[in-house]
């Protein structure tokens, strides 16, 4: 089983600031990453797929990188909007599909 | 695309439950489904999987005791949940696979809370 890692936990950001997250997984996955978006008492929402591949609607201040087993998700110039829990998930090894813990971003 | 839940609510420990959600504009029957739960408070937990064919996949921590089926004339994936723990208490979330064989959750239920409690 693959056990992904994010970091940090929690992520303190003023609006306007750019966010950094971080993913990792314990064993190479190639570029099979996913990045979701939750927030209160609302279902996920897929954000990128394939690491860096934005899925539709999502806004171009969301962007992902990395490859095998260190991953990234950069929000640039923070909105009201984005402030949330993000997960990542590998799609490489299966099964189980595997979830990170969750970073949470929240306002500073 | 939409993806509806219900079912769900109390059940005692050691009791059955079935949690059904259906899918509507896209072609059901071209698409693997997946549950997907989260416990109070907690992460995101993967524990089944059915392709488009049929073919299941479960977590550890529910094997043998879930069952996920589907009706592609219904249009409808389904969670039977037997012989319930308290650990089993979350929200689950039925979503769409991007894929059958890359689990990318392109959409999502909206939910539905499952207390397990005596």
């Known amino acids: 089983e693959i056990a992904m890692t994010q970091s940090p936990v929690t992520l303190s950001v003023s609006p306007g600031e750019s966010a950094t997250l971080s993913c990792r997984a314990s064993q190479a996955i190639s570029n099979k990453l996913a990045w979701y978006q939750q927030k209160p008492g609302q279902a996920p929402r897929l954000l990128i797929y394939g690491a860096s591949t934005r899925a539709t609607g999502v806004p171009a201040r969301f962007s992902g990188s990395g490859s095998e087993t260190e991953f990234t998700l950069t929000i640039s110039s923070l909105q009201s909007d984005d402030f949330a829990v993000y997960f990542c998930q590998q799609y490489n090894h299966w099964p189980p599909w595997t979830f990170g813990q969750g970073t949470k971003v929240e306002i500073k | 695309v939409q993806v509806v839940q219900s079912g769900g609510g109390l059940v005692q420990p050691g009791g059955s439950l079935r949690l059904s959600c259906a899918g509507t504009?896209?072609?059901?029957?071209?698409?693997?489904m997946s549950w997907v739960r989260q416990a109070p408070g907690r992460g995101l937990e993967w524990i089944s999987f059915i392709s488009s064919r049929g073919t299941t996949y479960y977590a550890d921590s529910v094997k043998g005791r879930f069952i996920v089926s589907r009706d592609n004339v219904k249009n409808s994936v389904f969670l039977q949940m037997n012989n319930l723990r308290v650990e089993d208490t979350a929200t689950y979330f039925c979503?769409?696979?991007?894929?059958?064989?890359?689990?990318?959750?392109?959409?999502w239920g909206q939910g539905t809370l499952v207390p397990v409690s005596s």
């Open positions: 504009g896209f072609t059901f029957s071209d698409y693997a």
């Open positions: 979503a769409r696979s991007y894929s059958n064989s890359w689990l990318i959750l392109d959409n």
